[in-house]
Each structure stands twice: as C-alpha cells, then as structure tokens.
C-alpha cells in the first residue's frame, strides 16, 4: 500500500511538472505568439498595393494628358506587382507628405513610397528601402541665355551660389532642399514641386533650380528655343529606391526578390533605356 501511494504522488508530481511546463510553453509573455506581417496581410486581402508618389519627375513619374501615371518608376513598379499577382493603385502626394504617411505603419493610406527616393542615412532610421533601381548626378541648371549674361562656366560648390548672388530653386522636403539649407541657405527658393520650380526659371523668377538626373537630363532635351538649360554644378548623387515602412519586411522581399531578377534578366536595363534613364 506504500509502494502504490508513493507511485501515485510520484504520478501526480509528474503530472503537475508537464502541467506547468505545458502552461510556460503557452504562456504569451515567455513565448509570444508568432505575429504576422499585417502591412503584406493587407495587400493581400485588397490584391492592391497602394503607392504615394508625386507626379513631378520625368522620366521617373509624371502625368500623361489624362491624368494618368506614367514613367520609368511606374511602369517598374507595375511590372513588379503583376509578377507578384497584384494591381496598382497610385496616389498623388506631395514629396514631403510621403515618408510621414508610410511610417503610419498599417494604418496608413499607402504601402509603397515610389518618387525618385534618395537612400540617405537620416532616412533610413525612419524607413525601409528596397533594393536601389539607379544612382543619379546631382545638377544645378539654369537658362543658358541666362549662364552666358551672368559670364558663369561652372561653379565647384554649393556655396558659390551665395557669393554669385544666385538665386536658386528646388522641391519641398527634398534632398537638395536640405543641402541648400545647409550650404547655400541665402539663395534657397522652395517650391511645392520641382515643376513649379523649373516653370519659374523660364519666367526669369529664380537664377538656377537644383536637382538632379534623369529629370534634369530630361528637361535639357526637352527645352523649348530661346529657354535652352546648361549645367553650371554636377556632382556624385545618390542611389534611388523604393520607401516602405520599417516593419514591411514581406513587402520588400517581395519587392526585391523580383527587382533582382529584374536586373539579371536585363529587363531593367531595357526599362531604363526605354524613359531614357
């Protein structure tokens, strides 16, 4: 009878040990449930990816006659979500507005960031970037007419542009908004966009716009008689990608996964000759 009791608390021991493990194993604050990617849940659910881009940055993205998004980045991102089985919605935001919405996480309005995004380190600790589609040149243009009056070749800094009395333009919450406020604040003009700012070089409102390629590559060719565009400073830019949330990890893997085979197939390249990027 001793031997049966014995066997019987051993018995129930065991059973309250496996109990208590079995109840550490589940427990949320020891081993939290695994938790999912709700941002990529979403895009999922909607078979849309919603993008925020500002429509000011030819041959990367602009606005055909209808309305529509058009452009290198657009066309990239197009092609990317298809292979990924989903559609694009493009929504039209001011530059500056982009980053704010993106870091609302899966509460916010977009899920991709597409609009010529420099890979900078300030930018970094407040978003993802996806794999890096091209690296640009940072160029100062000014009417060439304009260039020829004023005796001017190049300039070799930023800073020249206050000593020359220049006055000098770019987009809001831009790069190159902050290296003019930085270096050169005396002649920052800031406007809502880099179009607004080009119109207002040809109108005579400003000396020069800062920007940087392809869209200044772009507005050179394509600049009317008599409002013909020079480059007065170039310098090494940056690497441009795409912007997600730091928490939509499944998205940019997605993202970069067809991005890379992209570049290895040589549809990228072809894409880039395509806008003339």
Same mark, same amino acid.
């Given at each position: 009878?001793?031997?049966? &009791?014995?066997?019987?608390?051993?018995?129930?021991?065991?059973?309250?040990?496996?109990? %208590?493990?079995?109840?550490?194993?589940?427990?949320?604050?020891?081993?939290?449930?695994?938790?999912?990617?709700?941002?990529?849940? @979403?895009?999922?659910?909607?078979?849309?990816?919603?993008?925020?881009?500002?429509?000011?940055?030819?041959?990367?993205? @602009?606005?055909?006659?209808?309305?529509?998004?058009?452009?290198?980045?657009?066309?990239?991102?197009?092609?990317?979500?298809? &292979?990924?089985?989903?559609?694009?919605?493009?929504? @039209?935001?001011?530059?500056?507005?982009?980053?704010?919405?993106?870091?609302?996480?899966? *509460?916010?309005?977009?899920?991709?960031?597409?609009?010529?995004?420099?890979?900078?380190?300030?930018?970094?600790?407040?978003?993802?970037?996806?794999?890096?589609?091209?690296?640009?040149?940072?160029?100062?243009?000014?009417?060439?007419? &304009? &260039?020829?009056?004023?005796?001017?070749?190049?300039?070799?800094?930023?800073?020249?542009?206050?000593?020359?009395?220049?006055?000098?333009?770019?987009?809001?919450?831009?790069?190159?908004?902050?290296?003019?406020?930085?270096?050169?604040?005396?002649?920052?003009?800031? %406007?809502?966009?880099?179009?607004?700012?080009?119109?207002?070089?040809?109108?005579?409102?400003?000396?020069?716009?800062?920007?940087?390629?392809?869209?200044?590559?772009?507005?050179?060719?394509?600049?009317?008689?008599?409002?013909?565009?020079?480059?007065?400073?170039?310098?090494?830019?940056?690497?441009?990608? %795409?912007?997600?949330?730091?928490?939509?990890?499944?998205?940019?893997?997605?993202? @970069?996964?067809?991005? *890379?085979?992209?570049?290895?197939?040589?549809?990228?390249?072809?894409?880039?000759?395509?806008?003339?990027?």
């Amino acid at each position: 009878m001793a031997v049966s &009791r014995t066997v019987a608390a051993v018995g129930m021991i065991v059973i309250a040990v496996v109990a %208590f493990v079995a109840g550490l194993f589940a427990s949320p604050l020891v081993f939290p449930p695994a938790v999912g990617d709700p941002i990529w849940d @979403n895009i999922v659910e909607r078979g849309t990816i919603r993008v925020g881009s500002s429509p000011d940055w030819p041959p990367f993205e @602009n606005l055909s006659a209808t309305g529509e998004f058009m452009g290198f980045e657009v066309e990239l991102v197009e092609t990317i979500a298809e &292979r990924l089985d989903l559609a694009v919605e493009w929504k @039209n935001m001011g530059f500056e507005l982009i980053i704010t919405e993106i870091k609302k996480g899966a *509460a916010a309005t977009i899920d991709l960031g597409v609009s010529g995004f420099s890979v900078k380190k300030a930018r970094l600790a407040e978003v993802q970037f996806t794999l890096y589609h091209s690296i640009s040149v940072g160029q100062i243009i000014m009417l060439e007419s &304009r &260039r020829v009056e004023l005796g001017i070749t190049e300039i070799d800094s930023l800073g020249e542009l206050v000593d020359l009395g220049l006055s000098c333009g770019t987009g809001d919450g831009t790069t190159e908004q902050e290296e003019l406020m930085a270096e050169a604040p005396g002649s920052l003009v800031t %406007f809502s966009d880099f179009l607004t700012a080009l119109e207002d070089l040809k109108l005579g409102g400003i000396d020069c716009v800062y920007a940087e390629t392809p869209v200044t590559t772009e507005w050179i060719a394509l600049a009317e008689p008599g409002k013909e565009l020079a480059v007065i400073y170039s310098r090494p830019y940056y690497p441009v990608a %795409f912007i997600a949330h730091k928490d939509a990890d499944t998205l940019v893997e997605k993202i @970069n996964s067809e991005l *890379a085979e992209m570049i290895v197939s040589g549809e990228l390249d072809a894409l880039k000759q395509k806008w003339h990027c």
